[in-house]
């Protein structure tokens, strides 16, 4: 008995060691197949990415840059008008702005 109370006790003082060396070991993300969706396997909206140049990547990425910089501009207007009516014809345009960007990006995909 006094055997089995000292194998309980090694086994439950070793158990959460070994847990954590599991735990932390990275979860892999599956290997990309044929018959695997574009999405899958490479984090989602990167499979579209994936097969681009590095040219087409620094144009898409300066397409990025340049509408972030014209939200953000549109949102520093917006914040700094003190005319309502002025203001809300700022956030429709900036609105109209992102309705379009929106559709841009349906369309690619």
Sequence with gaps: MKHLYKSTAAFLLLLPLGSASFAAEPQKAPEP?????????????????????????????????????????????????????????LKNQQLQLMKSHHSQMMMKH
């Design 33 to 89: 197949t044929k018959d695997m969706p574009m999405h899958q396997g490479m984090g989602m909206g990167m499979g579209m990415m994936g097969g681009m140049s590095e040219e087409q990547m620094d144009q898409h990425m300066r397409a990025m840059q340049e509408h972030m910089l014209a939200m953000h501009d549109l949102s520093n207007q917006i914040l700094a008008e003190k005319d309502p009516a002025k203001k809300e014809q």
